[in-house]
Antibody, heavy 117, light 108 residues
Framework: EVQLVQSGAEVKKPGESLRISCQGS????????IGWVRQMPGKGLEWMGI????????EYSPAFQGQISMSADKSTKIAYLQWRSLKASDTAIYYC??????????WGQGTRVSVSS | EIVLTQSPGTLSLSPGERATLSCRAS???????LAWYQQKPGQAPRLLIY???NRATGIPDRFSGSGSGTDFTLTVSRLEPEDFAVYFC??????????FGQGTTLEI
């Protein structure tokens, strides 16, 4: 069974750094792109970017370029989403997703990130 | 950027009725690049339809997708209580390569 299991909820202050993770199992991890999707409170879905685990080469949405970094470790089958300096507006649920074709066929359970002073 | 506009914003129906949800793209989208997702409260979205009309694994056949070009439709033939949720369309193409519609809430 394909599973994407994400790290737990985080409560941070503005300016702090953060890395959240997504563990893949049940499939060949480095044969599928892993993406990240943001959902701000009460809002819709926003695609942030995608990374190829084979070489950890990311592609970012222009809306998030420079704000985040993505990576993936094929040896541990873990993908990461990282911020150097969080803002209150980063408060959201973040989902990792597996790209199947040109859609997202499996989703992690989501990681809730709260940023507040 | 290809913008997806979903309508209506909210659709109020009853179990047993037919639901028709629309997704309109600002530019033509290849049918292979259009997907639909369902999100229930407190849950992650799940893939319902890919390639405009292909049901994902385990999706009941009361869900169907259709359309081409700039106009796509998700139909739920006979609503079950568990179908009341938020539905998003998503396309691949352009820059950024993936975009989502703003969602349609299907409520009782």
């Amino acid at each position: 069974e394909v599973q994407l299991v994400q790290s737990g909820a985080e409560v941070k202050k503005p300016g702090e750094s953060l890395r959240i993770s997504c563990q893949g199992s049940g499939y060949t991890f480095d044969s599928y792109w892993i993406g990240w999707v943001r959902q701000m409170p009460g809002k819709g879905l926003e695609w942030m970017g995608i990374v190829w685990p084979g070489d950890s080469d990311p592609e970012y949405s222009p809306a998030f370029q420079g704000q985040i970094s993505m990576s993936a470790d094929k040896s541990t089958k873990i993908a990461y989403l990282q911020w150097r300096s969080l803002k209150a507006s980063d408060t959201a649920i973040y989902y990792c997703v597996r790209r199947g074709g040109n859609s997202f066929d499996h989703w992690g359970q989501g990681t809730r990130v709260s940023v507040s002073s | 950027e290809i913008v997806l506009t979903q309508s209506p914003g909210t659709l109020s129906l009853s179990p047993g009725e037919r639901a028709t949800l629309s997704c309109r793209a600002s530019q033509s989208v290849d049918s292979t690049d259009l997907a639909w997702y369902q999100q229930k409260p407190g849950q992650a979205p799940r893939l319902l339809i890919y390639g405009a009309y292909n049901r994902a694994t385990g999706i009941p056949d009361r869900f169907s997708g259709s359309g081409s070009g700039t106009d796509f439709t998700l139909t739920v033939s006979r609503l079950e209580p568990e179908d009341f949720a938020v539905y998003f369309c998503q396309q691949y193409g352009g820059s950024p390569p993936f975009t989502f519609g703003q969602g349609t809430t299907l409520e009782i």
